[in-house]
């Protein structure tokens, strides 16, 4: 799980532009100034990494089992998701 939620952690500081020592597993997606469009660029980029398909609504953000508010349960949800895949 560490180098799944590391991966996770540097997609998404990537996105932000932000070192991804700087971003944490309770960090709000909010408070990181995460928009929608943000948000459907980190599932792109977790996609193509995890070789997985993230069942994401904009309308209803947990329609897919995945929580979008903070690192950590993006983390846990993709973490499902690969587990699942195996």
Same mark, same amino acid.
């Given at each position: ?5 590391? $991966? +996770?952690? !540097? =997609? @998404? ?24 469009? $943000? +948000?459907? !660029? =980190? @599932?792109?980029a977790i996609e193509e990494k995890f070789d997985i398909e993230v069942p994401y609504n904009a309308n209803d953000t947990s329609a897919a089992g995945?929580?979008? $508010? ?17």
């Amino acid at each position: 799980m560490a180098g799944l939620e590391s $991966d +996770v952690i !540097e =997609i @998404i500081a990537k996105q932000v532009n932000r070192d991804p020592a700087t971003v944490k597993r309770d960090d709000r997606l909010a408070d990181l100034d995460i928009q929608s469009l $943000d +948000v459907a !660029e =980190i @599932i792109f980029a977790i996609e193509e990494k995890f070789d997985i398909e993230v069942p994401y609504n904009a309308n209803d953000t947990s329609a897919a089992g995945i929580n979008f $508010d903070t690192v950590g349960d993006v983390a846990d949800g993709i973490a499902k998701l690969v587990a699942k895949k195996k």
